[in-house]
């Protein structure tokens, strides 16, 4: 199953979804689990947490790639979370709904996977607020009136609009991040430009999973 029942089962309780969004107020322990996300092709996200470190993992899996590979993570100390764009976010939780109907998008996929995407300024952010705001309420319990994950709260962590961020693709199409020197609000991310470096930004396998959500979606 793509979301351990252990997990799953917690989607209901409001501590959980404080500790996930680093609001420490009433917070519960966020438990450990390994969450693959398969999008086709034999491709998956997967999202490891390790919730007595706060820590979160995300990577990738790909018929070529040689196990996991790392594409950004989010804990306490040196975190690179920022993985996504919001239309690659997108198009892999449509695909992930629509090869398993537990997982409906916008839900649990895009809630799970929301920490790892920036925001830029040619994205459509009215479109993507409205977006975070159906999902966040979709999940809150009836009648529950304190702390709930909110829509400002949330793009503020990851609005780079106006941060000095572009975006550039290469020729054998690897979209990556540049931003100008000296930014006070650094952007903390493996998408940078591609190199030999293996520890680097699978870019080979982004594209080959990128691809299968594609071939899922039928686009």
Known sequence: MPVPRSLRERF???????????????????????VELPVGGGCQVVLEVQGRYDSYELGIRTPTSDGVRSIGWDDMAHWHPFAFRWWELDFICRAVAALDPLMPHPGPTLVLLCRFVSVHDDDDVEQIASTMHKVFESLRPAGWARYWPNVTDWLSRRDFRGRGVSWT???????????????????????????????????????????????????
């Open 12 to 34: 209901d309780d409001p501590a959980f979804w404080q500790t996930f969004f680093l609001d420490a107020e009433g917070a519960a322990r966020v438990p450990d689990a390994t």
């Open 169 to 219: 693709r290469d020729q054998p199409g690897n979209l990556y991040a540049v931003q100008e020197a000296d930014n006070d609000y650094p952007f903390y991310s493996m998408r940078a430009q591609p190199t030999d470096d293996p520890a680097g930004f699978p870019y080979d396998e982004w594209r080959h999973l990128l691809l299968a959500a594609g071939n899922t979606l039928g686009v």
